[in-house]
């Protein structure tokens, strides 16, 4: 009896669901919001599933480099997909409470798909790596098999290193107050509201930072060799298709790595949590709306592919 008792005193202290503070100075703009994000949506959905069409539709475009860009639109359509979802509901509906376990399913999907996005984006690098610098070994390397592994390899690989702190997270009290400062279930807000200790939170989270920390520096690394190899390239019209290539992949790689450190790097910085907000929206919102044009769709070979579709769907007419 005292342990039911204990049971049912624990359940009223511990919160049962959150509220989503989304961006409470523009309130009363929630219907201009709702729009101006769908349409963002839209456009992020409508050039990534593009992407892949055109990539498993055309023969010319089925390279491993292409092969890696249909799966980084892929798995970021589901990313973005974790976020506006829930932000358009909140729009359209003023419903902005969340259960403790969509929070937490939030979160770690949210963190699992982009760990996942910064894998295959490292994967992008070694791929340009071999076929720029080590052309010689690149068909060997980098075959169909390869190619498969590798993205599994990255799915399993930010499953694992995501599933910890999101399992650790749901091992702690939430005595209130039950208000996150964002428009999403993210690991660093949850965290603060905790009424537990999270030093061990936090300690994995600073060693799963410094690791990821480490695969940029692989990457640049990997990119600063490419860089050297292109500079010393004959042709000028070689050195000018590996530099249109690899700067794209640059552009979004400083988009997405700039945001996250700016955010995660002292999650527990509470007055910090507004300007969070926003930087947020450059990976959630604008690099997904952008990624489309600056990785593939400004390329030549995409524009080809693009012309013979529209040419078949006309003969076929």
């Not at 169909?144 to 997270?169: D, E, K, N, Q, W």
């Not at 537990?196 to 640049?220: C, G, N, P, Y």
């Amino acid at each position: 009896m005292e342990k039911l008792m204990m049971m049912d005193a624990w359940n009223e202290i511990n919160v049962q669901e959150f509220i989503l503070e989304g961006f409470y100075a523009v309130q009363n703009l929630e219907k201009v919001l709702f729009l101006v994000y769908l349409l963002a949506y839209l456009a992020s959905i409508t050039g990534s599933t593009l992407i892949i069409t055109i990539t498993w539709a055309d023969r010319h475009l089925q390279t491993p480099m292409y092969f890696f860009l249909s799966s980084f639109s892929f798995f970021e359509c589901c990313f973005i997909t974790t976020v506006i979802s829930k932000l358009l509901a909140i729009f359209l509906s003023g419903k902005q409470t969340i259960s403790f376990a969509a929070c937490l399913v939030q979160a770690f999907v949210f963190l699992f798909l982009g760990a996942t996005v910064f894998f295959l984006m490292t994967v992008l690098s070694l791929d340009r790596y071999l076929a720029i610098c080590r052309p010689l070994y690149y068909p060997t390397f980098m075959n169909r098999r390869m190619c498969f592994r590798l993205v599994t390899a990255c799915l399993a690989l930010g499953f694992l290193l995501m599933i910890v702190p999101v399992v650790m997270l749901s091992q702690l009290s939430f005595c209130g107050p039950n208000v996150i400062p964002h428009f999403f279930c993210d690991f660093g807000p949850l965290t603060n509201l905790s009424c537990s200790d999270t030093s061990s939170v936090e300690i994995l989270a600073v060693s799963l930072a410094l690791f990821i920390l480490l695969i940029l520096i692989t990457t640049i690394i990997a990119y600063s060799h490419i860089v050297v190899t292109i500079v010393h390239l004959s042709s000028a019209k070689e050195r000018h298709k590996a530099f249109s290539t690899c700067s794209s992949h640059c552009m979004v790689l400083s988009l997405m790595y700039s945001s996250c450190v700016f955010i995660y790097v002292k999650p527990k910085q509470t007055t910090r949590l507004d300007c969070n907000r926003e930087v947020a929206l450059v990976n959630t919102v604008v690099t997904p709306v952008l990624n489309p044009v600056i990785y593939t769709l400004q390329n030549k070979q995409v524009h080809q592919a693009l012309k013979d579709a529209l040419s078949r769907v006309k003969l076929q007419k």
